[in-house]
């Protein structure tokens, strides 16, 4: 995180980035968007406060039956990541693989939704699919439950309207070298250079 800061690196949320896609608008010369699955405890006690320190924030992706158990995030710290600037965002009610069962869609993507607003108290815009897996059926139904961005996986740093349900995001491993890392971003990670 302190080498994104040296590059010149500036945190958006992904409902953020979405805002721009869909409506225009400006972005940071160098924006990146950190998100966060599942709602582990370790992210609220391990890189809310790294993140914090540099001035980032980050989008939560809660699953929805994980809230306030062993292990997971709890509304309060949920709360507080909202205050702080971080998006919360939905990954579904029981972390399920939508492409399995279409008959969890109002499940999955609906009343996890409202679970989360109704506990944090704050709008969920965006929703992360479980396992990163989609169809044509469940991109259609993740716009028709409101959602205005889905992320998935994928390397593409170029995203429309036409790929607004289905954002490219990249796991980043721990064992990550600075080069390995470095490679990742599609401009020159050394400060003043594009």
Sequence with gaps: MRQLKN????????AQLADVIQHGGGLPERPVVITFDDGDLD????????????????TMYVVASYMD???????DQLKT???AGWEIGSHSSNHADLTLNYNLFYQELYQ?????EAAVGVEVRTFAYPYGRVDPTVLAKTRDYGYTAG?????S?????????????????SS??????????PWNTQPGEP
């Excluded at 996890?112 to 989360?116: G, V």
Aim: proline share 4%.
């Design 43 to 58: 992210v609220y006690e391990n890189a809310f406060p790294i993140l914090k320190e540099l001035g980032f924030v980050a």
């Design 151 to 155: 992320m998935g996986l994928g390397t």
């Design 176 to 185: 990550y070298s600075l080069e390995e890392f470095s490679a990742l971003f």
């Design 81 to 83: 990541l909202a205050k």
């Design 69 to 75: 158990q062993p292990n997971f995030i709890t509304t």
């Design 157 to 173: 740093t170029t995203h429309s309207p036409y790929t607004i349900y289905y954002l490219s995001r990249r796991e980043v491993q």
């Design 112 to 116: 996890s939704r409202e679970i989360i």
């Design 7 to 14: 590059w010149g690196c500036q945190t958006i949320t992904a």
